[in-house]
């Protein structure tokens, strides 16, 4: 069972196009920005987000699509928001944990997000794409929704939020033969716990 799933992998890598590899290789050195707390992280995120709007698309992970689309809305608007500084040219945002009242907000955020895509995702497989796998689509999908929305903001949790999107991608592209993104999605895994620990340090020194 092992040897077999070694050598789809091996035969998933050597059909990697062009257009996911520099994908993934973007998405890695996005989210190593990210922990930095490099504001390089959105136009090397841009890279990432529109390629895999395209290759979303193409293997019917309509779910995934939506979130890179999304992807490239919240760059933009992140893009903005760690730009800001203030007079003394000091970037005006800073890296927080959520309060109660934001833990709640993100929870339902993530449930309205899961339940919504869900229902769409189940139709779209009902109609036309049988290939799809909605539960394991919503679930990374809603995560990542949750997770860029509090990136945006530079909210400590949205690591959770990514963590959680990295395990449900890992065998979500494998299956669908995008062995290259999957594993990707374990170095994101890692690269997430990193980040994770990395923000809980600045916050405390900030």
């Not at 996005?30 to 992280?41: A, D, G, Q």
């Not at 500084?85 to 309205?112: A, N, Y």
């Not at 796998?133 to 949750?146: F, G, M, R, V």
Request: proline letters at 2%.
């Amino acid at each position: 069972m092992a040897s077999a799933v070694w050598q789809q992998f091996l035969e998933n890598i050597r059909n990697t196009g062009w257009m996911e590899f520099i994908a993934v290789i973007a998405g890695i050195g996005s989210v190593w920005f990210s922990r930095k707390e490099n504001i390089l992280v959105y136009p090397i995120g841009l890279i990432n987000t529109t390629f895999f709007v395209y290759l979303s698309l193409k293997f019917h992970l309509y779910g995934e699509a939506s979130v890179n689309f999304y992807y490239s809305v919240m760059s933009i608007y992140g893009w903005i928001l760690w730009s800001k500084r203030d007079r003394d040219h000091h970037h005006t945002l800073k890296i927080t944990p959520s309060s109660g009242q934001e833990w709640f907000e993100q929870v339902l955020f993530f449930m309205v997000c899961y339940s919504f895509l869900f229902a769409v995702l189940t139709m779209l497989k009902q109609a036309f794409a049988a290939a799809a796998i909605p539960w394991a689509d919503a679930l990374a999908s809603a995560s990542a929704y949750t997770g860029m929305w509090l990136m945006a903001k530079k909210k400590i949790e949205s690591w959770y939020w990514w963590i959680i999107t990295n395990i449900a991608s890992i065998p979500l592209y494998f299956v669908k033969g995008l062995a290259f993104t999957s594993f990707q999605y374990v170095i994101l895994l890692v690269l997430a716990v990193s980040g994770l620990f990395s923000w809980q340090k600045k916050f405390k020194v900030q």
